[in-house]
């Protein structure tokens, strides 16, 4: 693995809590668009209440790519920088307030234009859940339950202009709209086992 600089280190494991390991087990999963992702490096935007679902289907069915970290307080733009250009891919939270989504679009528009990554929108949609209580709201799937993870096409960030235009964390954000009623449709239209 090709190091950029002197000071990077692994990112912390972003192994998924084992209940919605186990759980994912036990649903019928269809993932569509994964064969677009290229080459690891890449960010993952989805619902911050997919995240912890997301995290056991990327252990699962994406476990040949090199890693998932989720930029977290501790780390810095510098760390986020060097962990895509070795090759893991970013996980960022999207909430479902719509000033704090504003505000994690334009972090990830930042990210990926820094690290010259590209932006995936990953929708999911699931049968039958439980909605966690508390600050994020996880989804948790019901045994038997099935799960349409859809990941959009990349959004690529362009060098210019210098300040990143609102136009763009609208495109992201209704790319991420999209996926998830794309997720939805594969639903309704029934999902096939992937194993």
Do not use: C
Not at 6 to 31: C, G, H, Q, Y
Not at 120 to 143: M, N
């Amino acid at each position: 693995m090709t190091q950029t600089s002197e000071t990077f280190s692994v990112p912390r494991s972003l192994l998924p809590p084992i209940v919605f390991t186990w759980l994912s087990r036990l649903a019928r999963i269809n993932l569509a668009g994964a064969d677009q992702l290229g080459e690891p490096g890449t960010i993952l935007q989805l619902r911050e209440s997919h995240v912890p679902l997301f995290r056991a289907i990327y252990a699962h069915y994406l476990s040949e790519r090199q890693g998932l970290f989720m930029p977290s307080p501790e780390d810095s733009n510098r760390d986020y920088i060097a962990y895509l250009t070795n090759r893991y891919d970013a996980l960022i939270a999207i909430p479902a307030d719509a000033v704090q989504a504003e505000t994690a679009a334009h972090h990830t528009l930042g990210l990926a234009r820094a690290a010259d990554a590209l932006i995936f929108p990953v929708g999911i949609s699931i049968t039958r859940q439980l909605q966690l209580p508390g600050e994020t709201g996880a989804a948790l799937p019901l045994p038997g339950a099935q799960i349409a993870v859809f990941i959009e096409a990349p959004f690529k960030t362009a060098e210019h202009p210098e300040q990143i235009p609102s136009s763009w964390n609208k495109a992201v954000m209704a790319l991420l709209d999209h996926a998830n009623a794309q997720a939805q449709e594969i639903l309704q239209q029934g999902v096939s086992a992937t194993e």
